[in-house]
């Protein structure tokens, strides 16, 4: 299994308050990317990253930032979060940004904005 | 832009049985790469089976194969002898090349529920 760790996993919150997830790999790759997961949607792209520093967003980055000052950190960032960013947010990283490198997912957060 | 569409929303198949989960896509890039990934209830997303837009012959792993029909632009998962475990939700995705940066298009979604 490729070692992509989530934390937290499970957080509760309240409507306006700041969230950070964190994302942690140990594979050395050089993509990471952050998904939304909702009923109905499947799994949406937040914003992603390809270097230390390089972002880019996503299909669904508003209400959402992200940081990468290192390798094998991807932050996600709910600056005042709302009812609408409950969800099961999915980090994955690839090797490279070519259409055969599969991405390999974390465990998952579930995240309940109250 | 690129798109995945996934129409069944959910399938039943009997156990030992084979099930086809359909797929169809949408891009104007000729180079891309097609995956599947299951979500078992456990929630965590496992990477199944690619196959390469360029690829001659159709992907096949284990009990896992791609049925890709380039022109109909399809890519429907095959599942040999269906098993208990096998059910979950599965997830066709798409990623082309472009200028650098290639994250994954999903599709919606198929519960597959496996019967006794």
């Known amino acids: 299994d490729a070692g992509i760790t989530q934390s937290p996993r499970h957080k509760v919150t309240e409507t306006g308050t700041p969230v950070t997830l964190r994302c942690h790999q140990t594979e050395n790759h050089r993509y990471m990317y952050w998904y939304r997961q909702d009923p109905g949607h499947g799994l949406r792209l937040i914003h992603y990253s390809y270097g230390v520093k390089d972002t880019d967003k996503g299909e669904v980055s508003d209400g959402y930032s992200v940081s990468r000052s290192k390798t094998e950190d991807f932050l996600l960032t709910l600056e005042s979060a709302t009812s609408s960013q409950t969800s099961v947010y999915f980090c994955a990283i690839s090797e490279d940004g070519t259409p055969d490198n599969e991405q390999f997912f974390g465990p998952g957060t579930r995240l309940t904005v109250l | 832009a690129q798109k995945i569409t996934q129409t069944q929303p959910g399938m039943f198949v009997q156990e030992k049985e084979a099930v086809t989960l359909d797929c169809t896509y949408d891009?104007?890039?000729?180079?891309?790469?097609l995956f599947w990934y299951k979500q078992p209830s456990s929630g965590e997303m496992i990477f199944l089976i690619y196959q390469g837009s360029y690829d001659q012959q159709n992907a096949t792993e284990g009990r896992y194969s791609l049925n890709f029909q380039k022109a109909r632009k399809s890519a429907n998962l095959v599942i040999s002898a269906s098993q208990l475990g096998d059910s979950a939700m599965y997830f066709c995705?798409?990623?082309?090349?472009?200028?650098?940066?290639?994250?994954?298009?999903f599709g919606k979604g198929t519960r597959l529920s496996v019967i006794a």
């Open positions: 995705a798409m990623r082309v090349r472009n200028s650098g940066n290639t994250p994954l298009v």
């Open positions: 891009t104007s890039d000729p180079s891309y790469g």
